[in-house]
């Protein structure tokens, strides 16, 4: 038996959970299409510096979680730790200034150079939403709407709880800045090393820190609330509002942060405690000057970004397996012809096996552990007829039907039970 074994921090996924997998990312399509989110896909690789500049140098994420390569011609390029990032790169390169609002709608792997955890692997799946040129709160309450949407289709609605909160305007944020300093440099002693460093580059990050000495001292931490601006406050007064409008319930988190500067206003995650700790299945927030930091011009955007494989792991129905028709040549006139009848139902676009070969008991068992809800069998006389015997494998009932009519017949069968 070989001893190859896929590297660590990926794994394969095989028909029943690629199901789960397609059942996630497909219904998340169909949901966002309604919201006039459109697919589009960036490439897995980009050039690092579209990550550097938009994670920041001193991340844990550029530091040390991407997966980055030097190219023959000396160019540094780097799998995609996520895809925000790559979406802004395709607006700006791609010219789309003009066609603001846009709307879109992604899917694919990502790679982390992180430990592995109960669903996220080194490669891992994401689907998301990116909305760009709309400044109004109306946007931050449509993506979110969008997000809730899928999740109640998925039927996870009911074991997720939104949590929200504001990160204000630069104004807000330079004044709350502040006071995190100020805070923070009194109890420095109390911090852990790495909460110590983000003081000097990021102090908003200590308020998320999983460090129990770190928790004691953020939970005296001074409040976002106190420091923003009015026009800050009644931007995230019309955000609650317009979810409160829709019926999407909220629990606000003083503590959810995002530690860069070009995120602004909204900011928040739909979580669970069906995943351990690991609870984060969705997130997202308002990122108004992104573009701007990678070189662009000044476009408002907000979006989120959801894992694929946690959504999977809490699906409660398992997705259906496909179950086609079998088709059962007996003899070797019918071998020979099997391939084109089976070609001609798979063009009229009804799923059909063809076993390779065995006898008919054996392809018969294949029929049941395929689910098949009825098998197609041909021989002789069928043949010599131009018919088919059509074999209902629940009930046992079997009826000859002409070749002609065959499609049509199997179409209309009742859907197995």
Avoid at 61 to 88: D, Q
Avoid at 245 to 252: A, P, R, S
Avoid at 307 to 319: D, I, Q, S, Y
Wanted: glycine share 10%; proline share 6%; charged share 25%.
């Amino acid at each position: 038996m070989s001893t190859l074994q896929p590297v660590r921090g990926t794994h394969d996924l095989l028909p029943a959970e690629m199901r789960r997998h397609r059942h996630v990312t497909e219904t998340a399509r169909a949901v966002a299409e309604r919201y006039g989110y459109l697919l589009m896909a960036t490439p897995i690789f980009e050039f690092t510096e579209v990550f550097k500049r938009t994670l920041g140098e001193a991340t844990d994420i550029v530091t040390k979680e991407m997966y980055t390569f030097e190219m023959r011609e000396g160019e540094s390029i780097t799998l995609r730790p996520e895809n925000t990032a790559s979406v802004c790169r395709a607006y700006m390169s791609n010219g789309l200034q003009q066609e603001l609002p846009l709307k879109f709608f992604y899917a694919g792997p990502m790679f982390r150079h992180e430990r592995p955890q109960k669903g996220r692997q080194r490669q891992f799946h994401q689907i998301g939403v990116e909305l760009f040129g709309v400044p109004e709160p109306a946007g931050d309450v449509e993506i979110i709407a969008c997000g809730q949407r899928i999740l109640a289709e998925l039927g996870l609605a009911d074991r997720i709880t939104l949590e929200l909160n504001t990160l204000g305007d630069p104004e807000s944020r330079k004044a709350y800045r502040a006071a995190l300093v100020d805070y923070f440099g009194q109890h420095l002693k109390d911090l852990s090393a790495d909460s110590r460093e983000r003081l000097e580059r990021n102090p908003l990050r200590i308020l998320d820190s999983k460090d129990a000495g770190d928790r004691k001292v953020v939970a005296g931490a001074p409040s976002f609330a106190d420091y923003l601006t009015p026009a800050a406050a009644d931007f995230f007064a019309a955000v609650k509002a317009g979810l409160e409008e829709l019926g999407i319930g909220y629990q606000l988190n003083p503590r959810l942060v995002r530690g860069l500067d070009y995120y602004c206003h909204t900011a928040f995650e739909f979580t669970t405690e069906h995943l351990g700790a690991q609870g984060t299945v969705m997130g997202g927030g308002r990122y108004d000057y992104l573009v701007e930091t990678m070189g662009g011009p000044a476009t408002a955007g907000v979006g989120w970004a959801a894992g694929v494989e946690r959504l999977a792991m809490m699906l409660l129905a398992e997705p259906p397996a496909p179950r086609p028709f079998a088709l059962v040549p007996i003899g070797p006139a019918a071998e020979a012809a099997a391939p084109k009848l089976a070609e001609a139902l798979r063009a009229a676009g009804l799923a059909v096996d063809l076993g390779f070969s065995g006898k008919v008991a054996k392809r018969m068992k294949r029929a049941d552990k395929l689910g098949a809800p009825a098998a197609i069998l041909i021989g002789d006389d069928e043949l010599a007829a131009g018919e088919a015997t059509v074999k209902d494998l629940a009930s046992g009932q079997q009826q000859r039907v002409a070749l002609a009519a065959l499609a049509a017949h199997l179409r209309a069968l009742p859907p197995p039970a």
